[in-house]
């Protein structure tokens, strides 16, 4: 499947039951299949009340074909196509911890994502400031169901138990965990220890990166 | 609707035709909106090549009877419920722009988020560096898709033509924007023009914010 298969579009409708099973059942009958949808009530404007429908879509013999049988549905109003948020927004490096920290991991990993996406990549910086094991883990985890996350940061002084746990399930789901140096067993559950926060969030990004050389499987165990 | 009738569930399941229109079909049968749908094949691990299905539910009358009426469609083989992507990661702030600036607008937000979280509530901060003002544009105007963006800030010494337009949609979808003080037209689209990036971070967090007392509409047109 190239790049250039995936596509998304919106669509305005009315507010009302079986929309996205109208919807889903058109793009199915195209061969096309759903990568995501979001549903939400139009909140403002000329359109409030309505229904929104965002569709990430992949594949599919005649595009717009489709989209004229979607115009058709009597429930939906306006479809518009976009470039999908791959290719807006790209991969995602996600940075979690405390807020000192989790800032200067960031400002390594967004001046080191400002030099790849110069030369045309896509690499985006998101971040969440939290405090205590439990709400820690709780986000930790969820970042193995967040769209394009690509590489966790832990950025703290002190992490462990419920967190080392959710680490290891966020690197059974595919996604390599950098930890900044600290106390606590989340050092030893990561692919990869770092003690300045700068070069933690340099190294997220340069493995994130298309372009550069650097692996974190390479280099898996080590610490700077 | 309170904000506990919003959960999330994920499942794995074949990965053969009809799987969403079978689990829309259950949703729709128990009077459950969904508001978001994320699908991916896994690509590692002991259930490589199936579906993985995330949803994003609100509402319904019995819970635990329609995750029994999902597990017992054929294609499903394991329904897992969760915490909603917006009790975990909240609101977001998104700020685009060039490298140095995004970063130094993310400290300020980072930090001032960190002191909100500490106190239970949940504010991300998510950044992309980009140039161009084609690329720009493209990323500005796909805020108004994004999940959960609730305020914008460009951070930049040069922004306009494309660029402003894209502003004008954003904020037209009811999401506020903060401009640094910066060369172009943007300055002129926006909410509230901010000379110091700290201190725009801490603005668009304060505005987020649930519990602070700032209110961007009361300050609209000002520049500080």
């Given at each position: 499947m190239t790049p250039d298969s995936l596509y998304a579009i919106s669509l305005i409708a009315e507010n009302c039951p079986g929309v996205l099973r109208d919807v889903a059942s058109v793009v199915a009958a195209h061969n096309t299949n759903i990568l995501m949808v979001q549903q939400s009530i139009i909140p403002c404007g000329p359109n409030r009340g309505k229904a929104s429908l965002y569709f990430e879509l992949e594949g599919?013999?005649?595009?717009?074909?489709?989209?004229?049988?979607?115009?058709?549905?009597?429930?939906?109003?306006?479809?518009?196509?976009?470039?999908?948020?791959?290719?807006?927004?790209?991969?995602?490096?996600?940075?979690?911890?405390?807020?000192?920290?989790?800032?200067?991991?960031?400002?390594g990993a967004v001046n080191e994502a400002d030099r790849h996406n110069i030369r045309g990549e896509r690499i985006s910086v998101d971040t969440i400031p939290l405090v205590g094991e439990d709400d820690l883990a709780?986000?930790?985890?969820?970042?193995?169901?967040?769209?394009?996350?690509?590489?966790?940061?832990?950025?703290?002084?002190?992490?462990?138990?419920?967190?080392?746990?959710?680490?290891?399930?966020?690197?059974?789901?595919?996604?390599?965990v950098i930890a900044l140096k600290m106390a606590g067993t989340v050092?030893?559950?990561?692919?990869?220890?770092?003690?300045?926060?700068?070069?933690?969030?340099?190294f997220a990004v340069m493995h994130v990166s298309g372009k550069a050389v650097f692996d974190i499987y390479?280099?898996?165990g080590q610490e700077f």
């Amino acid at each position: 499947m190239t790049p250039d298969s995936l596509y998304a579009i919106s669509l305005i409708a009315e507010n009302c039951p079986g929309v996205l099973r109208d919807v889903a059942s058109v793009v199915a009958a195209h061969n096309t299949n759903i990568l995501m949808v979001q549903q939400s009530i139009i909140p403002c404007g000329p359109n409030r009340g309505k229904a929104s429908l965002y569709f990430e879509l992949e594949g599919g013999e005649d595009r717009g074909l489709m989209i004229a049988d979607l115009v058709e549905l009597h429930c939906t109003e306006d479809v518009i196509t976009y470039a999908p948020f791959s290719r807006i927004f790209g991969s995602r490096v996600i940075i979690i911890g405390g807020g000192a920290q989790v800032a200067q991991v960031a400002m390594g990993a967004v001046n080191e994502a400002d030099r790849h996406n110069i030369r045309g990549e896509r690499i985006s910086v998101d971040t969440i400031p939290l405090v205590g094991e439990d709400d820690l883990a709780q986000a930790v985890e969820a970042v193995a169901r967040l769209p394009r996350a690509s590489i966790l940061v832990l950025a703290g002084s002190l992490m462990g138990g419920e967190i080392s746990s959710a680490v290891d399930r966020v690197r059974q789901a595919g996604i390599p965990v950098i930890a900044l140096k600290m106390a606590g067993t989340v050092p030893k559950h990561a692919d990869l220890v770092v003690t300045d926060p700068i070069q933690a969030g340099v190294f997220a990004v340069m493995h994130v990166s298309g372009k550069a050389v650097f692996d974190i499987y390479r280099v898996r165990g080590q610490e700077f």
